[in-house]
């Protein structure tokens, strides 16, 4: 096992804001690289006094909208000394033990990244079931190797300036590290609901994408007989044709992959995932209503009063 004196080739990107519950464990636990970036969003609480006060170097990310988001503009533009790069979120954990992997795999010439499985914990409680977990995600490579897919999103406003479920299209042979990574949020459920509203407003334009046969030119593709991502991916092509999508989704999380295992955190967490699909339902109508567009802006006076002069008079 390494010490603290003894620093692994790695630099880890942290993509933040307003983060001050989470941060502390989070750079705790990445305290072994050698390097550790965050990348912040004009935080207005601590997060920024609290990740230099654990050594990090923390740079600002002023988002104007468009492509690219913020991991794929820090991979383009911080000065890695390290030929490896480890993405973690401030509400995600490196174990000791996952360390020691990754110290041992990234002198692997053969590999040029590894995906990790996340252990997901919701109410207090790991959630196993469901299909959360096995939950694998390309985070470790070599920077200069990989970059984030472009889901043709950016147009949808309220979504945040950070990739959301965009997965890494990587120029190199991948691997699967054995130790899980944890994701622990010590915030509230106010703000999972927050961050899935804006979620949300994301899935509901992939839906959209996907129903229109928008192109995979520059994502990872959807292939039944890829990897797990590409595979979920085909599956979600399937899904969004689905009717009764947040009743199915239930039923799905909690019966058909053993979601009621998990107790009452499991059961919450299955009727806040069916809310979830309910939203992204909603949202998915509006844009096929709207010609591909949320959030309508609000008619001028000029243009609501044309429009009230051409309908047709009212018997009282």
Same mark, same amino acid.
């Given at each position: 096992?390494?010490?603290?004196? /003894?620093?692994?080739? *790695?630099?880890? #990107?942290?993509?933040? $804001?307003?983060? /001050? ?5 989070c750079?705790? +636990?990445?305290?072994l690289a ?6 912040? +969003? ?5 997060s920024?006094?609290?990740?230099e ?6 740079v600002?990310?002023?988002? $104007?909208?468009? &492509?690219?988001?913020k991991k794929? &503009?820090s991979?383009?533009? #911080?000065p890695?000394r ?5 993405? *973690?979120d401030?509400? !995600?954990?490196?174990?000791?033990e996952? &360390?020691d ?9 053969s590999f040029?990244?590894?995906?990790l499985?996340?252990?997901v914990?919701?109410?207090? $409680?790991?959630? @196993?079931?469901?299909g =959360?977990?096995p939950?694998?995600?390309?985070r470790?490579? $070599?920077h ?9 999103? !950016? ?8 990739? *959301? ?5 990587l ?10 990574m944890?994701?622990i949020? %010590?915030?509230?459920?106010?703000h ?13 334009? *992939?839906y ?23 595979? =979920?991916r085909?599956?979600?092509k399937? &899904?969004? @044709?689905?009717? %009764?999508?947040?009743?199915? @989704?239930?039923?799905? %999380?909690?019966?058909?992959?053993l979601?009621?295992l ?10 806040l ?12 109508? !509006? #844009? ?10 609000v008619?001028? /006076?000029?243009?609501?009063s044309?429009?009230?002069?051409? /309908?047709?008079? =009212?018997l009282?």
């Amino acid at each position: 096992m390494y010490s603290q004196l /003894e620093k692994i080739p *790695v630099s880890v #990107l942290i993509p933040a $804001k307003d983060e /001050e519950y989470n941060l502390p464990a989070c750079l705790e +636990s990445v305290a072994l690289a050698d390097e550790v970036f965050v990348i912040d +969003s004009q935080s207005s609480d601590r997060s920024v006094e609290i990740c230099e006060s654990y050594g990090a170097k923390v740079v600002q990310f002023y988002f $104007k909208g468009g &492509w690219p988001k913020k991991k794929n &503009w820090s991979l383009d533009n #911080l000065p890695f000394r390290n030929d490896w790069v480890l993405i *973690v979120d401030c509400d !995600e954990r490196i174990t000791p033990e996952l &360390w020691d992997e990754i110290a041992f795999r990234i002198k692997d010439p053969s590999f040029a990244g590894y995906y990790l499985n996340r252990r997901v914990f919701f109410l207090g $409680k790991w959630i @196993r079931h469901g299909g =959360k977990y096995p939950d694998w995600n390309l985070r470790l490579f $070599k920077h200069r190797l990989g970059r984030y897919e472009n889901l043709k999103t !950016e147009d949808i406003p309220n979504t945040g300036d950070n990739e *959301v479920h965009e997965h890494v299209i990587l120029n190199g042979q991948v691997g699967y590290l054995k130790n899980d990574m944890l994701h622990i949020d %010590f915030r509230d459920i106010y703000h999972w609901l927050a961050r899935h509203n804006r979620y949300s407003n994301w899935e509901a334009r *992939v839906y959209y994408n996907l129903l229109t046969d928008n192109s995979d030119n520059g994502t990872i593709g959807a292939n039944l007989f890829g990897d797990s991502v590409q595979r =979920k991916r085909f599956l979600k092509k399937i &899904w969004v @044709r689905l009717p %009764f999508k947040p009743f199915l @989704r239930f039923i799905l %999380f909690y019966f058909i992959r053993l979601g009621f295992l998990d107790g009452k955190p499991g059961y919450t967490y299955g009727r806040l995932l069916s809310q979830y699909e309910y939203q992204i339902g909603v949202k998915l109508y !509006e #844009l096929r209503q709207f010609g591909g567009r949320l959030n309508q802006p609000v008619p001028s /006076e000029k243009s609501l009063s044309e429009s009230v002069a051409k /309908e047709p008079a =009212k018997l009282s």
